[in-house]
């Protein structure tokens, strides 16, 4: 819920508008505001936590990295093109197949922070031989 309020706010106007899209980040014109800026930080963080969660969530299954990756970067590109999709309808923003490559790569940065705490925290808690 939050993430979706991160990519769509401020909320209204979604109807009646058509759609648009770029390949590019279309915010971030020559010479962006700061609150623009922010607010697109904020928005890749999000999805940095997301992968983070994503990961922990699979932790305990005992899995080898790649199969917790997979399915981290899988559930990011879900929710980031379902985001960016909706983002293209808002008024003041466009969808950007950059912004999704982003998302998807700030997931998989989450994902692989959880991963390496995991195996230090392994590493440190196994018996010394």
Do not use: N
């Not at 199969?67 to 999709?85: F, K, M, R, Y």
């Not at 490559?101 to 195996?119: E, H, K, M, P, T």
């Amino acid at each position: 819920l939050y993430v979706v309020c991160v990519a769509l706010w401020p909320f209204g106007g979604l109807a009646g508008q058509g759609w648009f899209a770029s390949f590019g980040l279309a915010a971030l014109q020559d010479e962006p505001s700061v609150p623009t800026t922010l607010g697109l930080l904020e928005y890749v963080s999000a999805f940095s936590l997301i992968g983070y969660m994503v990961a922990e969530a699979r932790g305990r299954r005992r899995e080898p990295q790649q199969v917790t990756l997979a399915w981290v970067v899988g559930l990011a590109l879900i929710c980031a093109t379902s985001l960016e999709a909706l983002r293209g309808f808002h008024p003041s923003y466009r969808a950007s197949l950059l912004m999704e490559l982003l998302l998807v790569g700030a997931a998989l940065w989450g994902g692989l922070i959880y991963r390496s705490q995991l195996a230090a925290l392994k590493r440190v808690l196994a018996p010394s031989a």
